[in-house]
């Protein structure tokens, strides 16, 4: 005989399954993507018509800081229109992508300053070309392209990171990584195939002498100029010369996996393993967004860094793609899944300020942009939604 007891035990016992059911289930990629959409729609009303774009917005603040086409973050703003509009079709996005994205058209034709041009124009007029298959953003991609490539030194091997700061040699930073994705893309797509041996060179050479014992990465790496011989590692955003500075190591996990794309060869798959694993066993947090170094001394009262977070769920979706241990695969999607619930639940900006993202440190050594919004976090927020609406 079934007691009133008994149904209602039962009936408690479907509602928390049903609960645990809509928690685990119910993220709607949809949903945050429309979230996206509108916060972008407010930042445009606010940037001023003069060619600048917007990068960060301090802790306590709601008012953006605006940057001209030189900064090395310009290219992300115009990165996330592009995926707006991929995201949606709406051809409002496209206007404002192509908008923004000429500006920073000099770049295309200047010397160059520095590593960042993949950033730059890559993730502007690169997905442009993508998107729309304009012969005029492709033109701009290979010109640029060949410009980055004139940072390759010969004798180290590795495109030089800032050539106005001489930091006692040829110094090439971790970030550098993510800028390897226009060679290869120019040597497919353009005439100049050195760039594709460019970018190879620069990853073995960055493979072999950036990382520690444990695959944690330096930040920066200063060479001999005339022998290419390493001289020594240390930082510039992180704590120290030998902590794990979130960012960097989020540059390397995502760096190694694109190159294995482009490239195929398996040790670039073995080794965004490796710097992925130390990663992964070192992140302690329960949300899975990390402190803005993992040997930060102050832990856990340290401020987070979004950015890094949003960088390693993108990372990891393509990196499971990769992964025939099954274990390891779901290992790579169940956390990259979680990092972007976390994002998604506890990070949003909402009515704090019209960015995606709360809580991202850019250079707390240099008291700058600590525990506040920054457009690179945004956009690999979105193009992590992006892929995982592509996987779902």
């Not at 310009?74 to 995926?83: D, H, I, V």
Request: charged share 25%; with cysteine; net charge positive.
């Amino acid at each position: 005989m079934i007691t009133r007891f008994t149904k209602l035990v039962f009936t408690l016992f479907l509602l928390t399954v049903s609960a645990y059911s809509q928690k685990n289930d119910s993220f709607n990629v949809k949903k945050q993507l429309e979230y996206c959409a509108e916060q972008a729609s407010k930042t445009l009303k606010v940037i001023p018509e003069d060619g600048t774009s917007p990068r960060a917005v301090p802790n306590g603040s709601a008012a953006w800081k605006f940057v001209g086409y030189k900064d090395w973050t310009s290219g992300f703003w115009p990165g996330e229109l592009w995926y707006l509009y991929q995201a949606t079709g709406d051809k409002k996005w496209k206007k404002e992508a192509d908008k923004f994205s000429r500006f920073l058209t000099p770049l295309s034709v200047s010397k160059a300053g520095d590593h960042d041009l993949g950033f730059q124009i890559f993730n502007s007029f690169g997905n442009g070309y993508r998107l729309t298959k304009s012969p005029q953003y492709k033109d701009i991609v290979l010109k640029t392209a060949d410009t980055l490539a004139t940072l390759f030194n010969p004798k180290v091997e590795t495109i030089q990171s800032w050539p106005h700061n001489k930091m006692g040699g040829h110094n090439t930073i971790i970030d550098n990584m993510m800028n390897l994705e226009l060679l290869f893309w120019a040597s497919k797509n353009g005439v100049n195939k050195k760039l594709y041996d460019i970018a190879v060179k620069h990853a073995e050479t960055t493979m072999a002498n950036h990382f520690r014992p444990d695959y944690s990465a330096y930040h920066v790496l200063i060479y001999d100029y005339k022998t290419g011989k390493k001289i020594k590692g240390r930082t510039a955003q992180g704590y120290s010369d030998d902590s794990m500075w979130a960012r960097g190591q989020a540059w390397a996990i995502y760096g190694f996996t694109m190159v294995y794309r482009e490239t195929k060869d398996t040790k670039f798959l073995d080794f965004a393993h490796k710097v992925t694993r130390v990663y992964l066993d070192r992140l302690t947090t329960e949300d899975l967004v990390p402190y803005w170094d993992f040997n930060a001394p102050g832990i856990p009262n340290e401020p987070r860094d979004a950015s890094a977070a949003a960088i390693v769920s993108s990372a990891l979706l393509e990196l499971s793609s990769y992964t025939n241990d099954k274990n390891l695969k779901s290992e790579y999607l169940a956390k990259s899944k979680k990092m972007i619930e976390s994002l998604s639940y506890h990070y949003q900006s909402h009515d704090v300020n019209s960015a995606f993202l709360l809580h991202s440190t850019g250079h707390k050594p240099a008291g700058s942009e600590i525990d506040c919004s920054i457009n690179y976090a945004d956009y690999y927020y979105l193009e992590a939604l992006l892929r995982l609406q592509k996987m779902k």
